[in-house]
C-alpha cells in the first residue's frame, strides 16, 4: 500500500508492504480514527490511495476492499455470526451457500465454528470481536483496517484474542493498520510504529526504532517500556536476541510465570530498573551487565539504555546518574525485581 | 395522595365508558349483525380501505422517514413539522383540503376530470383521506429509528463491498424492522378508525365509501343496538393491536 492523503481531520503519507502490521499510535484526537476513514472512503480527503498496484482514491467505498473493523465492532444484529462472516461474499455476488461454507471456514480458524448459528446479541465480548474480525477479513481485502479491536475486551480475552491476531494476520496478502492505545499490542502485533500527533504523522518506523529515538515526549512514554520476546520457563523468560556479540540467549525472571514453552512478551516499566557499578546481590532478580549505551533526559529523569544481552532501558534521577557517573559509560549492572517483570503469552 | 386520586379519575374517564360499551352490546345479536350484507361491506371495505392506506403509508413513509432522517436536504426541517401537521389538525379539516385539491373542483380537479379518476366519493378517496391522517405515524416512529440507529453498521456494510441499496436492504430496513412494524400498526389503526376526512371527502355511500366507523354513526339514528355492538367489534380490533404493540412499546 501507498497512500498519501489529506484531510480536515489528518495528513498522511505511508508505505506498507503486503503482510505488514503498522500499529496507529497516538494522543486521542491525534487522527487515528480519521486516518482509518479516509483510506477506507469513509472521510472525504484528497491524495492517492494506491491498494495493490491500484488507486482507489477516487472509488466509492464500497468498490475499495477494505476490511474494516470499527471501534464498536457494529455486528449486524439481525443476522446469524455466520451470516455476519459471510456478507461481504455475498455483497460481491457469491451464491448464499458457497458464501456461508466460506465464512464457517473463517469462523472455525478463529476458533469460534461452533457459534455460526448465533445471533451477535448471545456472544461475548471476545466471540462479538472475532466474528468483526471474520467479517472483516473474509472477503480477502486489500487493506485490513482495526480501529482498537482490543479495548473493549477484559485482560483474558484480550491476550487470547491478541494471539489469534497475530496469527491470523502474519503473512497475508494485505497490509494492516491497527490503531491501540497498548504498548503490548505494538510489542506483539506491530512490524511498524506510525506515530500520529495533531492530524500528522511525526514517526513512521520499526518498534525498536521508535522505542529507541522517539520524536516526541507521548510516544517516549507509550513505547518506553522494556518488552523482551521469548519462550516461557519455569522461572520467567528465554529470550533469544541479536546481541552486539551475535545470537544470544538470556533470561528474565518474573514472579508470576506462564506454563513453560509459551511463546511471551516479559515487559517492565524503565522506572523499576536499577542500575549499579558492582554486581549487585540477591536472588529474586535478573542482573545483566552491559555498556552504558544512549542517555537521554526526560524532565527530572534520565532515560538509559544499557547494552547488556537482552539490552534494556532504565529510568533514574539526574542525581543517580551522576552519583553512577552515567555519561563517562562504561560497564554497568541492571537489576530487575522479578515481582517487576508481567509475562504476556503471545 | 395528591397524584393517586386525579390518577384513578383519569383512569375511570378512560375505563368507564369503555365498559359501558362492553355492558350495552347486545352479545347474542352479534352473529346476525355480522350476517348481515351492509355490515359485511362497510367491514371489507374498511379492511381493505385501511390495508390500501398502510400499504400507501408504508411505500410512501419509509422513503420520506430516510429523507427527514439522513439527508441534509434544504427544508428538510420545515418539510419534518409539515409532515406532522396532520397529526393534530382535526379530520374533519383535512376532508376538506383534500376536497380542495383532489375535488372535482380541487386545484388538480379538471386535470383529474380530464383523467376520469376523481378519488373524491369513490374507495379510492377513502383510501387517501386515511393516508393522510396515518401517514405521519408512521413517519415519525421511521424517522424516530432511523435517527437513533449508529451509522457503523452501515459504514461497515458499505467497506464489505455493500452498494447504498444493498446496504439499505440488508442493513438498515432489516435492523429497524421493529418500528416499521410499530408504524405501520399504529398507521393502520388510525386509517381503520378514521371518521372525520373519510366523510367530507368520500361521503358516506354505502357499499361505495361507507366504512364501519361511519356505519355506526348512521346505524346509532335508527338501530342503536346494531351500532353498539359494532363498535366492540372495533374495540375488540384496537385491544388486539394494542397488545400486538405492546412488546415494542416497553
Sequence with gaps: ?346 | MLLVLPAVAGSALLLIPLAALLTRTPWSRLSDLLGRADVQQALWLSLRCAGAATALSLLLGVPLAWVLARTRLPGRRLLRGLVTVPLVLPPVVGGVALLLAFGRRGVLGPLLVEAGAVPAFTPWGVVLAESFVALPFLVLTVEGALAALSLASEEVAGTLGARPGRVFLTVTLPTIAPSVAAGAVLAGARALGEFGATITFAGSLPGRTQTVPLLVYALLQDDPPAAYALSAVLLAVSVLLVLSLRPRLR
Design chain 1, 1 to 346: 500500500m501507498r497512500a498519501s492523503i489529506t484531510s480536515a481531520l489528518v495528513r498522511a503519507d505511508l508505505v506498507a508492504e503486503p503482510g505488514q502490521v503498522v500499529a496507529v499510535v497516538g494522543p486521542n484526537g491525534a487522527g487515528k480514527t480519521s486516518l482509518l476513514r479516509a483510506l477506507a472512503g469513509l472521510l472525504p480527503s484528497t491524495g492517492t490511495v494506491e491498494l495493490a498496484g491500484r488507486d482507489v482514491s477516487a472509488l466509492p467505498l464500497h468498490a475499495r476492499g477494505i476490511g474494516w473493523v470499527p471501534q464498536s465492532p457494529s455486528l449486524f444484529a439481525h443476522l446469524s455470526a455466520r451470516d455476519n462472516a459471510g456478507y461481504a461474499l455475498r455483497a460481491r455476488g457469491m451464491s448464499r451457500r458457497a458464501a456461508r461454507t466460506a465464512a464457517d471456514e473463517w469462523l472455525r480458524r478463529l476458533g469460534i465454528g461452533h457459534l455460526g448459528d448465533s445471533r451477535p446479541g448471545a456472544l461475548s465480548g471476545g466471540q462479538v470481536a472475532r466474528v468483526a474480525l471474520a467479517r472483516a477479513l473474509a472477503a480477502d481485502p486489500a487493506l485490513v483496517l482495526l480501529d482498537e479491536p482490543l479495548a473493549a475486551l477484559d485482560a483474558a480475552t484480550k491476550d487470547e484474542v491478541r494471539r489469534l491476531l497475530r496469527s491470523t494476520l502474519a503473512g497475508g496478502r494485505a497490509p494492516v493498520l491497527v490503531v491501540t492505545h497498548d504498548p503490548v499490542d505494538v510489542a506483539a502485533l506491530a512490524d511498524s510504529v506510525l506515530v500520529l500527533e495533531d492530524g500528522a504523522v511525526v514517526q513512521h518506523g520499526s518498534p525498536a526504532e521508535v522505542a529507541a529515538r522517539p520524536r516526541s515526549a507521548w510516544v517516549a512514554g507509550l513505547l518506553g517500556q522494556n518488552a523482551w520476546r521469548g519462550i516461557a520457563d519455569e522461572t520467567g523468560l528465554r529470550t533469544a536476541s541479536m546481541g552486539s556479540t551475535g545470537h544470544v540467549t538470556g533470561h528474565i525472571a518474573a514472579a508470576e510465570t506462564l506454563p513453560a514453552g509459551t511463546p511471551a512478551l516479559a515487559l517492565c516499566e524503565p522506572a523499576a530498573v536499577t542500575l549499579h557499578r558492582q554486581r549487585p546481590s540477591g536472588s529474586a532478580r535478573t542482573v545483566l551487565a552491559g555498556q552504558v549505551g544512549e542517555l537521554r533526559s526526560l524532565g527530572g529523569r534520565v532515560r538509559v539504555t544499557v547494552r547488556s544481552d537482552p539490552q534494556v532501558t532504565a529510568e533514574v534521577t539526574v542525581g543517580a546518574a551522576t552519583e553512577l557517573g552515567l555519561a563517562d559509560g562504561g560497564l554497568v549492572w541492571a537489576a530487575i525485581k522479578a515481582t517487576e517483570v508481567r509475562l504476556v503469552a503471545l
